[in-house]
């Protein structure tokens, strides 16, 4: 089993999210932030998301305050991110996307794509339906460009 599998968040409903769940599934994992320029991506994240869900595709956001560009608190996020954006998908706690106090979800997804720091808000990872990453995105790369991405790695079988 990969070791994606292996990690927890915590929803902001305080609900602990297990990453098993996401087995066999391609899974869109984004560190947000509601006050970023690049906000408006959670439109076209929320599209993917409702148009591939009913085929096995989830995304996790993953807010993070390290850019100075979140809300206070979990609360305010959420309400804003649903209010301005539609989101629907599952959105974590805050987290650290860089440095010695970073979520270790983070410093397992720079590892395994063998890129560095986080440096801004809305990079994404996209991984496989057998827990592998396919790959890491730019903050800059708009979502509908990972469409095609996420349209093949629905095709494949989770043990391919």
Same mark, same amino acid.
């Given at each position: 089993?990969?070791?994606?599998?292996?990690?927890?968040?915590?929803?902001?409903?305080?609900?602990?999210?297990?990453?098993?769940?996401?087995?066999?599934?391609?899974?869109?994992?984004?560190?947000?932030?509601?006050?970023?320029?690049?906000?408006?991506?959670?439109?076209?994240?929320?599209?993917?998301?409702? %148009? +591939?869900?009913?085929?096995?595709?989830?995304?996790?956001?993953?807010?993070? *305050?390290?850019?100075?560009?979140?809300? $206070?608190? /979990?609360?305010?996020?959420?309400?804003?991110?649903?209010?301005?954006?539609?989101?629907?998908?599952?959105?974590?706690?805050?987290?650290?996307?860089?440095?010695?106090?970073?979520?270790?979800?983070? %410093? +397992?997804?720079?590892?395994?794509?063998?890129?560095?720091?986080?440096?801004? *808000?809305?990079?994404?990872?996209?991984? $496989?339906? /057998?827990?592998?990453?396919?790959?890491?995105?730019?903050?800059?790369?708009?979502?509908?460009?990972?469409?095609?991405?996420?349209?093949?790695?629905?095709?494949?079988?989770?043990?391919?």
């Amino acid at each position: 089993m990969s070791k994606i599998y292996a990690f927890q968040e915590t929803e902001m409903n305080g609900e602990v999210i297990d990453f098993k769940q996401y087995a066999g599934k391609v899974l869109l994992i984004v560190n947000t932030a509601s006050k970023c320029g690049l906000a408006p991506q959670l439109n076209g994240i929320e599209k993917l998301y409702q %148009t +591939y869900h009913d085929q096995g595709f989830e995304v996790l956001g993953l807010p993070s *305050n390290q850019f100075h560009q979140e809300l $206070g608190s /979990d609360e305010e996020t959420s309400a804003y991110c649903q209010l301005h954006y539609g989101v629907t998908f599952p959105m974590t706690q805050q987290v650290r996307v860089n440095g010695t106090d970073e979520d270790p979800l983070f %410093t +397992y997804l720079k590892e395994t794509a063998g890129h560095g720091r986080i440096k801004w *808000n809305f990079t994404k990872f996209l991984i $496989g339906r /057998d827990g592998q990453l396919i790959d890491r995105y730019a903050p800059v790369f708009k979502p509908e460009k990972i469409e095609p991405a996420i349209v093949t790695a629905l095709a494949k079988p989770a043990n391919s």
